[in-house]
Each structure stands twice: as C-alpha cells, then as structure tokens.
C-alpha cells in the first residue's frame, strides 16, 4: 500500500480519502499517541471525514480535541507537544480531501508514513470498549493569531499605512490572514474572504491566471486612489502563498523565498546559517543566502522537515538551520517546524514596509528566466525513466556538475541549471530550468526526457 504523495494523502473523496480510508487512518495513528488534535479546511466533506477520523482515533484510545475549521499552519501550532491530523486537500479542486498528520508541530516523515501504511494495511481491530478515547472542542484560532502577529513583530518594521490586498480564494486564509495583518497596523482588504467548499471565487490554487482578479484590483483602474503596495494569495488552506506587487505582477516563487533566506541568514548570529530548500529551487537563493554569510542544503520535494532534521544532524555546533523553503511553501524555523503561508504574508509585509516597497527589497535578487515543463509519463515507468536519465541527461549536459539525489540536476558553468524529477502526484516527469538561454535548455531536457519515456 502506497498512501502518502508528497504532502500526505490527498485525492477523490469518491475512489481514495473516503470515510473509510480515514477512519482506518485514524487507528492507524491513534496508537502513537495519548491525544490528538483534528481540525479540517472548508471543504464540504470535511465534516464527514473528520467524524470518521475522530472515531477511528478514540476507538485505539487516542483522546480528540476537535479544533474545527482552520489553517493548515493553525492545526500544525496546536499540535505542539502533542499529534494532530488535519484534513484537507490544500490547492486541489473541491471533488478532493486529504489527511495530514503531524507530531509536535511537524509533519510526519518517511518512516512514520511508511508505518501507517502498513497499519492500514493489517487493519488492526479496536482496543476494549472501556479503553476508548473521549473527545471535547478546543479553540485554537485566536492563539495561533496572536502567536504570529507577536512573532512578526520581531521582523522588519511596523504596517501603519501598509495597504494590502489579500485574495483568501474562499479558503481558511479568510480566518487568519486579514486578521493578523490589521493587528500588525495594515489597511487590508479582502476578496473571497467568505470560506466555502465550492471555491465559487476562483480555483483553490494560486497562479497568475487564477489570481487575475487579485492583480487587476491591485493594478487596475483607480488604483492610484487605493495606493496598494502589495497583494497576497493563498490557497485552500493557507500554507501556500503568492505575493503580487504594486502593478499586479506575481513576483516569482523564488524570489520571495530568496528575500526571506537573506533576511533570516543576514538576522542570524549562528557561525553556520544554513537555508534548507528543495532541488528545483532557483539559483538566486544560493547567490542571495551565500551574499549573507550562509549556505544552502537541498532535499527532496515535499520532505522540508527531514532536510531540517538532516541539516541540523550533519552541521556543527555553530549550525544554525534559519529558514527552510520550496517555492510557495515557507518554514520560519525560529516560529515552528510547520508550513506557513499566514506567517509568511506577515513577516513579507513587513519587510515590505522597511524596504519602502516591493521593488527595493527584491532589487538585490537576480531573475534569470526560469521554465518548467511537464511530459508524461505513466506512474509504473517513472522508475525505469528516472534511472535512463541519470545516464541520459549527464551525456547530453557533459560540462555539467550533475548531483542524482532527487531527481537529476545539472548545474553548469555559468550557474544555469536543470532538474528532471518524476511528479510524486501526477502522472507526469517535471523539468525546471533556470538560465539566461532558459527555452533551449529546457526542450534539450525534455527531449531527453521524451525518449526515456518513448514518446
């Protein structure tokens, strides 16, 4: 059995993350704790399959604290010090649900997800009727808030006068995002702040396109009168963030997670700074982080938290781990070990109101083109595929440094590079390059890619 993609288990509520699959889920991790806390999205089978977890939890004995809707990031904070399970499918489309599960504020591992696997898989029966769990309601929004709003303020300079545009996609953004940043001193306005399961607005994934009415009202008509000086999107469960300037143009993924790297490693008084990110990540995050005084650490996509474990196993004493990122996705290690996209519009926002705008704190960072592409490429042939490649991409890229840890990545002279990795969701092998002649790159890479697969 092979439940867990990159970001837990997430699918069609109709043929995988059914009430059965979660109440199974459930007994297979309420055996590795004493309490659990279990919140869910907006999503409308949210309720259903949080009644099938929570029974599937209580009936090994596992206590539930019922937490209701909130942030992904806003369960992964409860469950500090204890194991938490949150349900949602994050950007998917509303036909989907998903279950995450987290022990102390993290997101579990490889091994712990293999043990569930296999859990599920035996189907264990319940413990005694007279050792079943209980269960009770527990509010944890407004610490969560707090908690990020106090945490920010440690971080760039106050928002008085700051306006903001954030698009919370009818996700639980809604609950968290407008709120801290008014705390903080913002003007911030909404669009689809109202949380619904049908993502009537827009879909529950933020790209440009999907953002364009978040980029029109920044930029649009009568924007001189508003004076916005940045928007943010989320997704449907606010770990993801897009941040859009003052003319409605998304910056690039990477960008931000290169500001935030050189912000955290230029803040750090550690001998050894250390920013963990994932292979498909721009070059620009090494130049910005190495600029700072710091290095940066690769993982898998999907796997921030093993690479922060990894990173501070292998360093020395003066290592310090300060920000661990793939694109849209941000760790602030010194707040938790969690994803957070409402911590990230948070501190962004205020290192936007230091910088004087959007402009000045990206202008240190180079934007060399970056593409990606997607082949298909059948699930059962990603293996076979991957290992042609490894042969494939280093003949075809000879002058190149090609590391095969995650993927194939080639990195040559100049700094440009390329990654080809199978998609842990989709039936598909990724390529993502990032040069100055990025579209010849690419379709070298893919090219190669095609003939592995036989296309």
């Not at 550690?270 to 990540?281: K, L, S």
């Amino acid at each position: 059995m092979d439940l867990f993609g990159t970001a837990g288990i997430r699918g069609s509520v109709v043929t995988k993350v059914t009430p059965e699959l979660a109440l199974s889920v459930g007994r297979a991790a309420g055996r590795d704790g004493e309490t659990f806390v279990v919140g869910r999205d907006g999503r409308e089978t949210g309720t259903a399959l949080a009644a099938a977890m929570e029974a599937g939890l209580e009936s090994v004995g596992a206590d539930v604290r019922r937490v209701g809707q909130l942030p992904t990031p806003a369960l992964a904070f409860a469950s500090q010090g204890r194991r938490g399970v949150m349900l949602t499918a994050s950007h998917n489309p509303p036909t989907d649900n998903g279950i995450k599960l987290f022990a102390d504020g993290q997101e579990y591992d490889r091994d712990a997800e293999r043990t569930i696997d296999e859990r599920v898989e035996a189907d264990d029966s319940p413990v005694a009727w007279d050792e079943w769990g209980h269960s009770e309601d527990l509010a944890v929004l407004p610490n969560y808030r707090e908690a990020v709003t106090e945490y920010a303020r440690e971080h760039g300079a106050p928002l008085d006068g700051l306006r903001v545009a954030v698009d919370c996609g009818n996700g639980m953004a809604a609950v968290a995002t407008p709120q801290v940043l008014r705390a903080l001193g913002a003007h911030v306005v909404t669009l689809n702040a109202n949380v619904d399961g049908h993502f009537p607005g827009r879909e529950s994934k933020p790209t440009p396109e999907t953002l364009s009415d978040l980029r029109e009202f920044v930029a649009g008509e009568g924007a001189e009168s508003r004076e916005f000086h940045l928007g943010i999107g989320h997704d449907g469960d606010a770990d993801r963030i897009v941040v859009v300037d003052g003319d409605g143009e998304v910056i690039h993924e990477d960008t931000v997670v290169a500001v935030l790297a050189a912000h955290y490693t230029e803040q750090s008084d550690a001998e050894d700074p250390v920013v963990v990110t994932t292979p498909n990540a721009s070059g620009r995050i090494d130049e910005r982080v190495e600029a700072a005084g710091g290095r940066v650490e690769r993982v898998r996509l999907g796997a921030l938290h093993e690479g922060i474990a990894t990173a501070r196993a292998d360093g020395s004493e003066g290592t310090e781990v300060v920000f661990a990122a793939e694109p849209w996705k941000h760790i602030h290690t010194q707040f938790g070990g969690w994803i957070d996209g409402v911590t990230s519009a948070a501190v962004i926002s205020r290192l936007v109101a230091e910088a004087g705008g959007v402009e000045p704190l990206r202008g240190p960072v180079t934007e060399r083109p970056y593409r990606k592409v997607s082949v298909s490429c059948p699930d059962d042939a990603k293996a076979d595929v991957m290992a042609r490649l490894e042969t494939a991409i280093p003949e075809q890229f000879s002058d190149a440094s090609v590391n095969t840890e995650y993927g194939v990545r080639a990195t040559l002279p100049d700094g440009s590079w390329v990654l080809v990795r199978p998609s842990g969701t989709e039936p598909y092998v990724r390529v993502y390059a990032e040069s100055d002649d990025v579209d010849e790159l690419v379709e070298q890479a893919a090219d190669e890619v095609r003939r592995a697969v036989g296309l």
